[in-house]
């Protein structure tokens, strides 16, 4: 089983609030990514990391933020959150050169009220 | 033209059915080609990995390949109620691109 971790796994917010999702991982992966699950549809990447002080945007856009201040911790923030960000948050991790290969945590499920 | 095409549609078969799901993808780019599962409430895992065309075997379960086609399959043979899980494919360029996943349940 992988070792990377979510918290929390299930979190229900009132609008407006700001909110960190935790992730971390013992692995020593240097990349580290953040997708979006909705139901039915496909996996998109928000943010991804090549490592400490590296934060990328993805494919899908996203009003959320990113922060790698150490290898194995990679948290997603949101300033004020919305209806429109209830969504599963997936966290995952690769090494550098196999990206083909990722470990993924249980994710987090959000619901924005 | 999404770049992974993959039909979500559930699929439900009796225990020891081949399972056979399939992807086509439009970017020739592409070089890997994973299969990830996925149970209810987990995050996926990665399942089959190939990279040329062809056929991989894992036990019960089959990844074939098809460049020319932009084509690719898993096969699950012998399927087993713990087998009952979504069904992802993905392939690599620069980045991973998924598929939507198929949900599959194998019933006693």
């Known amino acids: 089983e992988a070792d990377i971790y979510q918290t929390p796994r299930y979190l229900v917010i009132g609008t407006g609030k700001k909110i960190t999702l935790e992730c971390s991982q013992t692995?020593?992966?240097?990349?580290m990514y953040w997708y979006q699950q909705d139901p039915g549809m496909e996996l998109h990447l928000i943010h991804y990391?090549?490592?400490?002080?590296?934060?990328e945007k993805g494919d899908l856009s996203s009003e959320s933020t990113v922060s790698r201040i150490r290898t194995e911790h990679f948290p997603l923030t949101l300033e004020s959150a919305r209806p429109s960000h209830t969504s599963q948050y997936l966290c995952?991790?690769?090494?550098?050169?196999?990206?083909?290969?990722?470990?993924f945590g249980p994710g987090t499920r959000l619901l924005v009220l | 033209q999404k770049e992974v095409e993959q039909d979500p549609g559930p699929l439900s078969v009796p225990e020891g059915a081949i399972v056979s799901l399939n992807c086509t993808y439009s970017?020739?780019?592409?070089?890997?080609f994973m299969w990830y599962r996925q149970y209810s409430r987990k995050g996926p895992e990665l399942l089959m990995y190939?990279?040329?065309?062809g056929n991989k075997e894992d036990g019960r379960f089959t990844a074939q390949v098809d460049k020319s086609s932009k084509y690719i399959s898993l096969f699950i043979r012998d399927s087993q109620p713990s087998d009952s899980a979504t069904y992802l494919c993905?392939?690599?360029?620069?980045?991973?691109?998924f598929g939507k996943g198929n949900q599959v349940v194998v019933i006693p």
């Open positions: 692995m020593g992966h240097d990349k």
């Open positions: 190939t990279y040329s065309s």
């Open positions: 990391s090549y490592g400490v002080n590296s934060t």
């Open positions: 970017n020739s780019a592409f070089q890997y």
């Open positions: 995952a991790s690769s090494e550098m050169d196999n990206q083909e290969t990722q470990y």
């Open positions: 993905a392939m690599s360029g620069d980045r991973l691109a």
